[in-house]
C-alpha cells in the first residue's frame, strides 16, 4: 500500500522533466519580467512623488518656512475630501485660539494652546524644525478654504481675521531673526535692514538718549516688571544695555516710516530712522491685518464667481464649515428660560456624571479651570440657564473664594460666560459640548472635566475602584455596577453612561443612546418630572429663589 504510494522512479529526461524544466525558466522568465516591470513602477512612482515633492517645496519655499502671507492662492490638484478635511482642521484650530483667548489665555499659555491646536490637527509647517512642503501646502489650502469659508458674513470675517493675526503672531514670534529677515524679503517688506553690530557701537549713546527719552518704552520695560515698580537707575541701566544690543535695533528708510518719526516710536539719527525690535513685530503684524482685510474683501467677489459653477462641490462645503460640530447627533437646547439658578440644585438627580462631577468640584472649590468651565458653562445653557442667570450663578460661587473678588471675576472669567453665550467673539451661540468632546478631552490633574467613565477607568490601575464608588453614590451596587465598570473598562463610555442612566430611572433607557450631557439631562427630566410637574417643581423653585 505503501509502495503504491510512492512516486514512480523517473529518469532524467523523460518527457515529465523536461515539461517541468520548461515550466520552471517560464516562470523564472515571468517573474524576471515581472520583477523588472515592479522595479520601473517603483522608480516612476517614486519619481513622480519626488517631482511633486519638489514642485510643492518650489511653490510654497518663498515663505519662512513656519510663516506665509498667503498672497498666492495654491493651485494643486486635490480631492474634496483632501479640501474638506484641511477646510475643518483649519477652523478647529482658529476654534481653538478663539475659545483660549475667550478664556483668559495669554502670552506663553496661548502660545500653549496655539501649538498643541496645530499639532493636533496636524497643521505645522515643519516636521521636527524642518520645513515640510506637503504641511506648508496643507497650511496654505486650509487658510484659503476658510477665507472663503469665512467671507459672507461680517461676524465670520472678524472672527477669522482676529484668530488668523494671532496665528500668525504666533508664527512669527517663533522665528529666528534671519528666518523673519526672510520672510520680510519675500512678501516685500522692503526698507527694513538689521543694524550691524558696528553701527550700534558708533551710535550706543544716541541709541540709549532716545531709549531714556521714550516714555512708551518706559512703561513697557515697567509692565514687564512683576511689582510694576521701575527706579531711575534700574531703567538706565536696562536702556543701557538695550542700546548696545545689536539684535533689538533695525534701520530703515525714513520714507518708510515718517508716521513712526511723527509719534518718536522711530528715531532719526545721522539722517537715518531706527527702530526697536518691538516696534518692527508691531508694524509686520499691522501690515499683515491689512493684507488679511484686503484678501478678505476680495474673497467675497470671489465666493460669489465660483458659488454657482461648484454648487454640488465647494460651496456646500464651504457654506457649511462654521455650523459643523463634531456630531452631537442631538440638537436640541432648553429655551432661555427654562432653568434658573435654584433649579441647578433642584434638578441636581437629571444630571449626568460628569456634570455632577463638575458641579461637585465647583462647589468645593470655588473655581473650575478653562476646560472645566467651558465644558459646565455650555451645558447650563443647553439646559436652559439664560445668560443674566449664569453670570449670577458662577460670580456667586467664584468669589466665595478669596483669591477671586468681584473685580477679578468681571475682568478674567466675565467674558467666558458672555463668549459661551455669542455675546463675544466671534458671536456664535456655541452648541454644549457632546460626548464625544468630553470624552476626547484630556484633563489634567488639576481639572475636573472629560468623561468620568473615562477618565476614572484609562490608564487608571484600581480595578475600577473609584467609578465603583461613584456610582455608590447613585445608589447603584453590586452587579450594575459591576456591569458599568466593566463596559467603561473596555471603552464603552457612553453605553456605561446609558447603563447608568437605565440604573437610576427603574430600568427606563434611552432609546436613541447617550450623545450629549444635556440630552441626558432632558431625558431625565421627561422621566422624573414630566412637563406638567417640571413645570410646577421649576415654577416653585423659581418662586424660592425670587423670594430668598
Ligand atoms: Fe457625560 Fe456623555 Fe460621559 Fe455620560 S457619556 S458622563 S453624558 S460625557
Same mark, same amino acid.
Given at each position: 500500500m505503501g509502495k503504491q504510494c510512492e512516486p514512480p522512479n523517473r529518469a532524467p529526461g523523460t518527457i515529465f522533466e523536461i515539461r517541468r524544466g520548461q515550466l520552471a525558466a517560464r516562470s523564472r522568465d515571468t517573474a524576471t519580467r515581472d520583477g523588472a516591470m515592479l522595479g520601473a513602477l517603483k522608480t516612476n512612482r517614486r519619481r513622480d512623488r519626488d517631482r511633486a515633492k519638489a514642485e510643492l517645496e518650489r511653490k510654497y519655499r518663498g515663505n519662512a518656512a513656519r510663516l506665509d502671507a498667503y498672497n498666492t492662492a495654491p493651485d494643486d490638484e486635490r480631492s474634496i475630501e483632501y479640501l474638506e478635511r484641511a477646510a475643518l482642521d483649519r477652523y478647529a484650530v482658529l476654534r481653538a485660539i478663539d475659545d483660549a483667548r475667550s478664556g483668559g489665555k495669554r502670552d506663553e499659555e496661548l502660545k500653549r494652546a496655539i501649538a498643541s491646536a496645530e499639532e493636533e490637527h496636524d497643521m505645522?509647517? +515643519? +516636521?521636527r524644525g524642518t520645513f515640510d512642503a506637503e504641511g506648508a501646502a496643507r497650511d496654505a489650502t486650509s487658510h484659503f478654504l476658510l477665507r472663503l469659508a469665512s467671507c459672507r458674513s461680517e461676524e465670520h470675517r472678524r472672527w477669522f481675521r482676529e484668530n488668523e493675526l494671532e496665528l500668525f503672531k504666533y508664527r512669527y514670534g517663533e522665528l529666528s531673526l534671519d528666518a523673519k529677515m526672510e520672510f520680510m524679503r519675500a512678501n516685500g517688506f522692503n526698507g527694513y535692514a538689521r543694524a550691524s553690530e558696528k553701527e550700534v557701537r558708533e551710535r550706543r549713546d544716541d541709541l540709549r538718549d532716545v531709549l531714556m527719552a521714550d516714555n512708551e518704552y518706559r512703561q513697557m520695560c515697567r509692565s514687564l516688571k512683576t511689582d510694576g515698580y521701575l527706579g531711575a537707575r534700574e531703567y538706565e541701566a536696562i536702556c543701557v544695555k538695550d542700546a548696545s544690543d545689536a539684535s533689538s535695533w533695525f534701520v530703515v528708510g525714513f520714507e518708510e516710516v515718517c508716521s513712526l518719526v511723527r509719534s518718536r516710536r522711530a528715531y532719526l539719527i545721522g539722517g537715518n530712522a531706527w527702530i526697536r525690535k518691538e516696534t518692527l513685530e508691531q508694524l509686520v503684524f499691522g501690515r499683515f491685518k491689512t493684507m488679511l482685510n484686503k484678501m478678505v474683501a476680495e474673497a467675497i467677489t470671489l465666493f460669489k464667481k465660483f458659488e454657482e459653477k461648484e454648487a454640488h462641490r465647494l460651496t456646500p462645503l464651504l457654506k457649511s464649515v462654521h455650523n459643523r460640530r463634531s456630531g452631537s447627533g442631538y440638537d436640541f437646547q432648553g429655551e432661555d428660560g427654562t432653568m434658573s439658578i435654584a433649579g441647578i440644585e433642584a434638578t441636581q438627580e437629571s444630571f449626568p456624571l460628569c456634570m455632577r462631577q463638575l458641579y461637585k468640584a465647583l462647589k468645593e472649590k470655588h473655581h473650575l479651570t478653562h476646560g472645566g468651565r467651558r465644558q459646565l458653562q455650555l451645558y447650563l445653557k443647553g439646559i436652559g440657564l439664560p445668560l443674566d442667570q449664569a453670570l449670577v450663578f458662577w460670580k456667586t460661587e467664584f468669589t466665595?473664594?478669596?483669591?477671586?473678588s468681584a473685580e477679578k471675576f468681571e475682568k478674567d472669567y466675565a467674558y467666558g460666560i458672555r463668549h459661551a453665550y455669542g455675546k463675544e467673539g466671534k458671536r456664535v451661540n456655541y452648541t454644549p459640548h457632546a460626548c464625544g468632546q468630553c470624552i476626547a478631552a484630556d484633563p489634567g490633574v488639576k481639572d475636573a472635566h472629560g468623561c468620568p467613565f473615562k477618565t476614572l477607568t484609562s490608564g487608571v490601575k484600581d480595578n475600577g475602584a473609584r467609578l465603583h464608588e461613584l456610582l455608590g453614590t447613585l445608589k447603584i451596587s453590586g452587579a450594575k455596577s459591576h456591569a458599568i465598570v466593566e463596559k467603561a473598562t473596555n471603552m464603552h463610555y457612553q453605553i456605561a453612561c446609558g447603563m447608568t442612566f437605565a440604573a437610576i430611572h427603574?430600568?427606563?433607557?434611552i432609546e436613541a443612546g447617550v450623545h450629549t450631557p444635556h440630552q441626558y439631562f432632558h431625558e431625565s427630566r421627561k422621566i422624573l418630572a414630566p412637563p406638567t410637574t417640571n413645570e410646577a417643581v421649576l415654577g416653585e423653585v423659581n418662586a424660592q429663589s425670587v423670594a430668598a
Open positions: 505645522r509647517r +515643519t +516636521t466665595k473664594s478669596p483669591d477671586c427603574d430600568g427606563v433607557e
